[in-house]
């Protein structure tokens, strides 16, 4: 599956990476966060997912630290939101359609470099999703938020699972190559963007729930 | 020391899972997350100490995202607090109980697991209490709160300590087994489950401290 | 470069984890810890930035949990806060001025052992800075803060950032040795120390940005 890591893929992987980490270093402005912080918060973002990916299936340093093309997509986004940032809001749908872009290529290159280092089928699918969706929990740990995709009700991560879970049985099947590849890119970005415009929605918990229960309830109310 | 990692004490393994999930699933419903939330929380919750475990003794990708028993475990949790969290608030003394049983059972794991990999003494005891503690400090920072271990002055962390010491004193004295591995269990769970029933306390530092300090010491007051 | 990790320098850095330690600690007293919440944030403060090069390195397990002489450096420091931590309120300068030290050594520590072990430039520049601000970052989000490092507009990054890329340069060019080693420290040092005297600071993104923008914007100005 080299074909994902090299050649025209390659370029699409910079993109992506640029696109996450604009999110970050957007959180970090928005936090008035200081230049240092701008930058770490866009490379958190735009390569936190795959340093937890290679961190987990033990690819020690992780690309995320390691490629020059990789982390200076991941800077260059927060230099260029360090200057430019009030420009990109008026990009604000281009750069949703670009995320899900990101989303669906990360879901990819995740599971399969998982799979192809011998993690196997299950660790191959969360390590996927945490590719995809790992830099976004850190930016918002970090700018001390609530990790935005376990509570928006939007479906990110359910795209995410779905391609990760296909890839990982196409590779099973021996079929996971360029083609079938690009189809699941498509697949899981089409599903983002379909439910984007929609505003397709997961479930919440039924919200009878009010009671207080366990270690600390109390304190969870604040 | 396959015994633990086998046979009936893998049984046992799954239950703690399911239990420190459930912690995690309830915590997830607390605040309001919606269905991907509230699975992530448990399965961090339930696996997290595991898995750091496993990234911090080089044993990778940690059984926490490649067993299909664990994860299943600890995602059924999720999924059952998701349809039926009122109904658990009724548990509230058993699970509790079950929890130091969890407790209990993380530690001897943990610790046995990195002696056998060879971590050497002092990081087995680290790594075994993390495996016992390090799933509720995730639970904790990802939905936004100081961790409860940190704060709640109960005994946790002190009997998984004198837990995980004790383990590996029986190690090096080449005496663990399955007896003297489940006399730690039935020590750990029995000091936990004491001090709950007698609100035994550990303490906080002294409370003259008013003055501010260091760097940031003015919004450390806000 | 075993001079940095044998000899003198290791009483150097037993003394940079204590100081780097005090600050968690106290951290720890200002949210009211209990007795473990104290020994553990001593801890991640003091070799958080250690263990996390360790991890991203491969390097496992982590000097931070298997050394006895740096874990006990740490807890040491704990105990001592946890005990007087008002009288420590009167050397706030003094500390300051140690670590300031202790962000030098860490960063030369960290950038060398990361070369040593082969992980390439840009890897061992991104590893040096983190080993330096790592554990601060983690003390700051485990007591609930935004990280002051990202938004204090302080140079303290800065210069570990120079120290690394210096060192990286001089051992390439084959010339970094116990001599110029201390000449990093030195440079790194002293350039944290003017910049607090000075009062220097680094710039945030300009002033006029007001506008929503992106996925979650509204919760982000709660």
Same mark, same amino acid.
């Given at each position: 599956?080299?074909?994902?890591?090299?050649?025209?893929?390659?370029?699409?992987?910079?993109?992506?990476?640029?696109?996450?980490?604009?999110?970050?270093?957007?959180?970090?402005?928005?936090?008035?966060?200081?230049?240092?912080?701008?930058?770490?918060?866009?490379?958190? %973002?735009?390569?936190? /997912? !795959? #340093?937890?990916? =290679? +961190? @987990?299936? $033990?690819?020690? *340093?992780? &690309?995320?630290?390691?490629?020059?093309?990789?982390?200076?997509?991941?800077?260059?986004?927060?230099?260029?939101?360090?200057?430019?940032?009030?420009?990109?809001?008026?990009?604000?749908?281009?750069?949703?359609?670009?995320?899900?872009?990101?989303?669906?290529?990360?879901?990819?290159?995740?599971?399969?470099?998982?799979?192809?280092?011998?993690?196997?089928?299950?660790?191959?699918?969360?390590?996927?999703?945490? %590719?995809?969706?790992? /830099? !976004? #929990?850190?930016? =918002? +740990? @970090?700018? $001390?938020?609530? *990790?935005? &995709?376990?509570?928006?009700?939007?479906?990110?991560?359910?795209?995410?699972?779905?391609?990760?879970?296909?890839?990982?049985?196409?590779?099973?099947?021996?079929?996971?190559?360029?083609?079938?590849?690009?189809?699941?890119?498509?697949?899981?970005?089409?599903?983002?963007?379909?439910?984007?415009?929609?505003?397709?929605?997961?479930?919440?918990?039924?919200?009878?729930?009010?009671?207080?229960?366990?270690?600390?309830?109390?304190?969870?109310?604040?």
């Amino acid at each position: 599956m080299d074909a994902f890591t090299s050649g025209p893929v390659s370029y699409l992987e910079l993109v992506a990476v640029f696109v996450a980490a604009v999110s970050g270093g957007l959180a970090a402005v928005r936090k008035r966060f200081d230049v240092f912080g701008v930058l770490v918060l866009a490379w958190v %973002t735009g390569l936190g /997912g !795959g #340093i937890l990916r =290679d +961190v @987990l299936i $033990g690819d020690t *340093p992780p &690309v995320g630290i390691s490629s020059w093309k990789l982390v200076t997509a991941a800077i260059a986004a927060g230099v260029i939101i360090f200057f430019f940032h009030p420009g990109l809001e008026r990009m604000r749908r281009s750069i949703l359609v670009l995320d899900a872009a990101a989303l669906a290529l990360f879901v990819l290159q995740g599971t399969t470099k998982s799979l192809d280092l011998g993690a196997g089928v299950l660790a191959s699918v969360v390590v996927g999703v945490l %590719t995809a969706v790992g /830099g !976004g #929990i850190m930016r =918002d +740990v @970090l700018v $001390g938020e609530v *990790p935005l &995709v376990f509570a928006d009700r939007q479906l990110y991560a359910v795209p995410a699972l779905i391609g990760a879970g296909i890839t990982a049985g196409l590779w099973q099947l021996g079929v996971l190559g360029l083609g079938t590849g690009l189809g699941v890119v498509v697949l899981v970005f089409g599903f983002r963007v379909v439910s984007l415009a929609r505003g397709w929605t997961v479930p919440r918990p039924g919200a009878g729930w009010t009671a207080r229960w366990g270690r600390g309830s109390g304190r969870m109310e604040r």
